[in-house]
């Protein structure tokens, strides 16, 4: 019943975290669909960007009235067919038939039925009807800032009826420091709903690292196996640069497949989807995680879905380094996977086919120096909170940060975050980085970060941060005003 229902349709990617507002209207003001409400539309777009917890979003505006009738996606995207399906959204990829999934076969692997439902459904929708064991999942969307009550009303109901199937199920930043939140500053009615969520993974049989960096504290799958990870800037980091095969999941499916111990085996599980599409020429030398992290940003506003082919990257970059082009690219774009020349393994070891490169682009200096201009809308004198651990920072990076405030004192009126996971700030400690941190002003944070805390309800206004995946959430999604630098200017400018 009903009239017709509205047409939207953009060639741009959403990303379902900072592109909109809660009751579905586009916020992003260079977004075609800028001011525009989706809400009971027919929304036509190629797929989601960035963040994995988009799907709790979809979810929550579904619940509240504002997600569309019906989304018609221009290419497989995870993200958003798992919003669809657990906010039933009637959803479909254009051009496709479902795929006929065999629920016998599911049901003998013994899943549950229910489960059973959704990985039928979500089969068809990827594609496949093959289910793979799932030994290693990273779930985001643990944060009650980002699943909100929706959110943690779903993982309530999981909560209640399941366990993990999977062996190691890590999971995500929480918005809050499990240990310091009252000296952190953390509202205690959000401190106690985000307990609840770390009890609920808890209980089901998650591993609680908190961090979005398992891979720096012994937690990542062997190269070419295959994993179920669902925060973006691991994802991007696990296939790059460790070799390993996964799609970038969303918070909601990972949680689905632990559960059911199986996952669907489709995009970037199949080395045939793993060949470059572009190919992206950088034609000056970088070096740092400022650099790095621009470079990420650029590429994921060039590529747009595609697989880059890096040229011209002269010397092998550092870890953290990795870290940050990683994060930056999917959080920009939705890149999940790139390949460097003579640099990452599956290009050195020539697994990868090179002649299905459609086009070559160039990344200059000066694209880079306007994409660090984009991203920095603040003023360092309005500055209330300097950060840095976008994503959770190495034991190098605190070593790095102690050491410029290294006899120092942080302003009054600025707070400093060290944002890492409980054992990177453990070994910290030991190692002394936290009291020289502490002794300028400043704080190691562990178990949270900048964007998936609720900063904007604790009155900050203007954050800094060396991160470019940070730089590009804290504006929409944090209601910030930015200062991206790297942390060697940041620290200089707000020490006395
Ligand atoms: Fe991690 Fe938070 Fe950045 S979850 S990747 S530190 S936005």
């Known amino acids: 019943m009903g009239g017709p229902v509205e047409e939207l349709r953009t060639t741009q990617q959403i990303s379902w975290l900072d592109d909109l507002d809660e009751r579905g209207v586009i916020i992003n003001p260079n977004h075609e ?7 009971g539309t027919e929304l036509h777009f190629p797929s989601a960007s960035g963040s994995t917890v988009g799907s709790d979003r979809i979810v929550n505006l579904a619940v509240h009235g504002f997600a569309p009738k019906r989304i018609v996606l221009g290419r497989t995207d995870p993200i958003t067919m798992w919003g669809a399906i657990l906010g039933k959204v009637d959803i479909e990829v254009e051009g496709t038939v479902p795929k006929a999934v065999d629920r016998s076969k599911l049901e003998k692997l013994g899943i549950d039925a229910e489960i059973v439902d959704f990985l039928v459904r979500a089969g068809g929708l990827l594609g496949t009807d093959e289910f793979i064991p799932v030994d290693q999942v990273q779930i985001a969307g643990v944060s009650y800032k980002t699943i909100t009550e929706t959110g ?53 049989g998650a591993i609680p690292t908190i961090t979005c960096t398992p891979y720096l504290i012994g937690s990542m799958p062997a190269p070419f196996t295959d994993a179920f990870l669902s925060e973006s800037s691991v994802v991007g980091f696990a296939n790059s640069v460790l070799g390993v095969r996964t799609n970038r999941e969303s918070g909601l499916s990972t949680l689905l497949y632990a559960i059911a111990g199986y996952g669907p085996r489709y995009g970037l599980h199949l080395p045939e989807n793993r060949n470059p599409r572009v190919e992206v020429h950088v034609t000056c030398e970088l070096k740092g995680v400022v650099e790095f992290s621009l470079l990420g940003y650029k ?28 994060a930056a690219g999917a959080a920009s774009g ?25 086009e070559t682009v160039e990344i200059s200096r000066e694209s880079l120096n306007e994409v660090k201009k ?46 890492t996971s409980r054992a990177v700030k453990e070994l910290s400690t030991k190692l002394g980085y936290v009291a020289t941190v502490e002794a300028a002003g400043g704080n190691v944070v562990a178990d949270t970060c900048m964007v998936v805390a609720p900063i904007e309800e604790m009155g900050y206004r203007t954050t800094a941060t060396n991160s470019g995946k940070a730089a590009k959430y804290l504006p929409r999604f944090c209601h910030q005003h930015v200062v991206f630098d790297s942390a060697e200017e940041i620290i200089r400018r707000v020490v006395e």
């Open 299 to 326: 590429l994921g506003e060039l590529v747009r879905g595609r697989i880059p082919y890096i040229t011209g990257i002269r010397s092998r970059p550092t870890l953290e380094e990795f870290k940050v082009l990683s």
């Open 33 to 39: 669909l800028y001011g525009k409400s989706i809400a």
């Open 152 to 204: 943690l009303e779903l993982r309530r109901y999981f909560g209640s009826k399941y366990k993990f199937r999977s062996k190691n199920v890590t999971i995500n930043p929480a918005g809050m420091d499990l240990e310091d939140w009252q000296e952190q500053g953390i509202p205690e009615a959000f401190a106690r709903k985000q307990e609840e969520v770390i009890e609920i993974y808890r209980k089901m």
């Open 374 to 419: 984009k991203l920095n809308t603040g003023k360092v004198e309005d500055l209330d909170l300097v950060t840095f651990g976008c994503p959770h920072a190495s034991l190098t990076e605190v070593q790095e940060i102690a050491s410029l405030l290294a006899g120092k004192r942080i302003r009054a009126g600025v707070k400093l975050w060290v944002c």
């Open 334 to 358: 939705s890149i999940d996977l790139y390949h460097i020349q003579d640099i990452t393994p599956e290009a050195t070891a020539q697994l990868i086919a090179l002649d299905k490169i459609e």
